[in-house]
């Protein structure tokens, strides 16, 4: 089975993104599940900000492919800038922003069906790392699994 898929999309303010699922590789550990990794990638310029309807494609193309795969989803959030509000209380850092971002885009939709593991890895020579793992309640043995094969990059 095929697991490699791009999803070009516009949003209404004109920006183009493409979602693109990639077998992930982990590195000869078998876990009896394929790891996929899913990156949202904006092709356009600069953007201020997505609207609420964007965020919400983004997962609504994640739940057709989790729905179409059973797989390990693997999202690394990227450490690129990030415009946000001067309002904003609580300063985090873009990757941590991302990460929480991502959760709770997961968690709004309320999807019964699924596990999202959201991973921190402490690294104080380049920064802290954040990934989410995503997959069907099912695999919920599968995610612990990568979950403690990760935390052994805790430094």
């Known amino acids: 089975m095929n697991l490699e898929k791009e999803i070009p999309f516009r949003t209404e303010e004109g920006y183009e993104y493409l979602v693109r699922f990639a077998e992930f590789s982990s590195n000869g550990i078998n876990y009896e599940i394929p790891i996929v990794d899913v990156s949202i990638i904006l092709m356009s310029c600069d953007i201020e900000n997505n609207s609420m309807k964007t965020l919400n494609k983004f997962t609504d193309i994640i739940d057709d492919y989790l729905q179409c795969h059973n797989v390990v989803l693997y999202y690394y959030c990227d450490t690129a800038p990030i415009k946000m509000r001067a309002t904003r209380n609580e300063k985090l850092l873009p990757q941590e922003f991302r990460s929480k971002l991502f959760s709770s885009m997961f968690n709004q ?47």
Do not use: V
Not at 124 to 149: C, M, P, V, W, Y
């Open 109 to 155: 939709k309320k999807f019964g069906e699924y596990i999202l593991k959201e991973i921190r890895i402490t690294d104080t020579e380049r920064g802290d790392h954040f990934i989410s793992l995503i997959s069907n309640l099912n695999n919920a043995d599968k995610i612990q699994l990568i979950e403690s094969d990760l935390q052994n990059f805790n430094k």
